[in-house]
């Protein structure tokens, strides 16, 4: 079984190098290959459904996520004003990436490219990527997502609001609230 604890000491003592994602991607490029141990390892430290019970180590400079998408899940375009790095180790996770709306002129979004991880893919987003995620299964995918800071509180994130296309401050409410209905959860 992985050892989330040692990986989560793991992923602090990568904060003190001169480039902390790529180390994190080692890191969860390792623990991913052990896609069965990875998720008993989950199963013991996960409290419930939402994103904040699956928060299984979170700081101001780290969080480490388990992140699972239900058949058809689909967020709204946001941002993490951090770097992330995502490992997917059961089902796929499809990313698409924007352009700051501020860029464009009309404020909307604008889709720049997507790209669709599968098990054992790994991306590493940069402090500036804006994307939002979907789950193209017709079962739950499972992803190990690690953020260099804190994923709920994070100063100056931005969610688009799915109708509007406007940008609005991040709540992690509000992007749970966008999420449901643009998954037909609502």
Not at 87 to 98: I, L, P, T
């Amino acid at each position: 079984m992985v050892d989330l604890d040692k990986f989560v000491e793991d992923c602090k003592a990568a904060l003190k190098t001169g480039n902390p994602a790529a180390r994190v991607e080692e890191l969860v490029a390792e623990v991913i290959a052990d896609p069965e141990g990875l998720d008993k390892a989950f199963a013991a430290k996960v409290k419930g459904p939402t994103l904040q019970d699956r928060i299984i180590f979170g700081d101001d400079q780290l969080s480490v996520v388990q992140v699972a998408t239900v058949p058809g899940l689909r967020s709204p375009v946001h941002n993490h004003c951090m770097w992330a790095v995502i490992g997917v180790y059961d089902g796929e996770e499809h990313n698409r990436f924007f352009s700051d709306a501020a860029d464009n002129g009309n404020g909307a979004p604008e889709e720049i490219g997507d790209r669709l991880l599968k098990k054992g893919d790994i991306c590493v987003l940069s402090a500036d990527d804006i994307h939002a995620i979907h789950n193209p299964l017709p079962t739950v995918s499972s992803a190990i997502h690690v953020y260099g800071g804190d994923l709920v509180n994070r100063e100056g994130r931005s969610v688009w609001n799915p109708k509007s296309n406007t940008r609005e401050d991040y709540e992690i409410n509000r992007l749970q609230a966008y999420t449901k209905e643009l998954s037909g959860l609502a």
